[in-house]
C-alpha cells in the first residue's frame, strides 16, 4: 500500500477541471502520460468502469511501484509501462492498441522526486547532481554543468527557464569549476546565489530561491522535456480517436507555449477543436490547499470527427 505520507506526496492538481474537461466515459481506454503517484489515474479509473481501460506511463519506475500499488483495486484494466511519452507509439503496440480515447499529460517533476536528496533535483536537499527522471538515461546534470561552454550553459538556463541572469550564473558556474568539478546540489545553488550577490537563498529579495530557474532549466535539458513534449504532441492525433480529447497541464510559460502553439496549428489544420480558449487556472481554495497548482495552466483540445463545442 502507498504510505500517508506518499499519497500527500502528489496531490493532483485542477482534479475538478481534469475530469470534466477530459469528460472520461464508462468503456473508454485513458492513457495517463505522466502517471505519477496515480492521483489523476485514480480519479479517471473511477470514470472507466470495468470495461474501461487505464494505460499508465512514467519514466520513474519508483513512481510507477508506487502507483501500481495506489490503483491495484480500480475498476477497469489497468497497464503500467515504464517510457516516455515520447516513445507512446512503441508502448501502445506492446499492449496491441492503436487508438486511444483520452491522453493527459501533467508535466513537470513530482514531489516525491524533489524529496529525495540523492536524486539531485532540488537545493532544499544536498545530493549528487544527477537530475535524470530515467534511470536508463546516461547523461546527468553533473556531466552538463561541467561540460557545456558558457555561452550553450546561457542559452540553456534562458531558454528553458527564462532565466534573466543567465550569462551571470553561466559566467561564475564556468569560473568556479576550473578549480575543480561541480558535483553537488549545494555547491551548485551557492554558485547561483554568489552569482546574483547574495550569500544564500534566505538572503534573497525574490519570493523564489535564486538557484530556483537554473535548476529547472538543467533538469529538462538532462530530461529533454521539451523535445519529449513536442514530440507526443506530433504524434498525438495519430492516437485519438474522433472526438479523442488531449489534455496538458504545464507549470512555466515555456511549456505552456509550446502547447499553445501546437493546438493552435492542430486547430487550423482542422485536426484539433480547442476546448480552452484560455488555459485553466486552479482557483483560490486549491491555490491554498494545493500550492503546487498555483502555476498549474491546463489546455485541453478534442479530436475532430465529430461536432464539438467549446468550453
Not at 36 to 60: K, M
Request: net charge neutral; proline share 4%; with cysteine.
Amino acid at each position: 500500500m502507498v504510505s500517508e505520507s506518499e499519497s500527500k506526496g502528489h496531490t493532483p492538481v485542477l482534479p475538478k477541471e481534469v475530469c470534466e474537461l477530459l469528460s472520461v466515459s464508462e468503456g473508454e481506454t485513458v492513457v495517463d502520460a505522466t502517471v505519477g503517484l496515480g492521483g489523476h489515474s485514480l480519479l479517471l479509473a473511477e470514470r472507466l468502469g470495468t470495461t474501461g481501460h487505464l494505460i499508465g506511463l512514467d519514466v520513474d519506475p519508483k513512481n510507477l511501484d508506487l502507483a501500481r500499488a495506489r490503483l491495484a483495486d480500480v475498476a477497469p484494466r489497468v497497464d503500467l509501462l515504464h517510457g516516455n511519452f515520447a516513445e507512446l507509439e512503441e508502448l501502445l503496440s506492446t499492449l496491441k492498441i492503436t487508438k486511444v480515447d483520452v491522453i493527459l499529460a501533467d508535466l513537470g517533476v513530482s514531489s516525491t522526486q524533489l524529496d529525495q536528496g540523492d536524486r539531485g533535483f532540488s537545493f532544499r536537499n544536498d545530493g549528487p547532481l544527477d537530475m535524470r527522471m530515467d534511470p536508463r538515461l546516461e547523461v546527468t546534470a553533473e556531466d552538463l554543468v561541467n561540460r557545456w561552454k558558457e555561452n550553450e550553459l546561457s542559452d540553456v538556463l534562458y531558454y528553458n527557464a527564462q532565466e534573466f541572469r543567465s550569462r551571470k550564473i553561466s559566467k561564475r558556474i564556468c569560473m568556479v569549476r576550473r578549480e575543480g568539478r561541480i558535483k553537488s546540489t549545494k555547491v551548485l545553488a551557492d554558485v547561483v546565489c554568489r552569482s546574483m550577490g547574495v550569500s544564500d537563498g534566505n538572503s534573497r529579495r525574490s519570493k523564489i530561491h535564486p538557484a530556483t530557474k537554473t535548476f529547472q532549466a538543467i533538469r529538462m535539458a538532462v530530461n529533454s522535456e521539451i523535445p519529449n513534449l513536442e514530440t507526443l504532441l506530433e504524434i498525438a492525433p495519430a492516437f485519438l480517436n474522433p472526438s479523442g480529447r488531449i489534455g496538458v497541464i504545464a507549470f512555466h510559460s515555456v511549456e505552456d507555449k509550446v502547447v499553445k502553439l501546437d493546438f493552435r496549428k492542430r486547430k487550423g489544420e482542422e485536426v484539433y477543436e480547442v476546448l480552452t480558449k484560455k488555459p485553466v487556472t486552479a482557483c483560490e481554495e486549491e491555490r491554498m490547499k494545493n500550492p503546487r497548482s498555483r502555476s498549474a495552466k491546463f489546455r485541453v483540445a478534442k479530436r475532430l470527427g465529430e461536432s464539438v463545442s467549446t468550453l
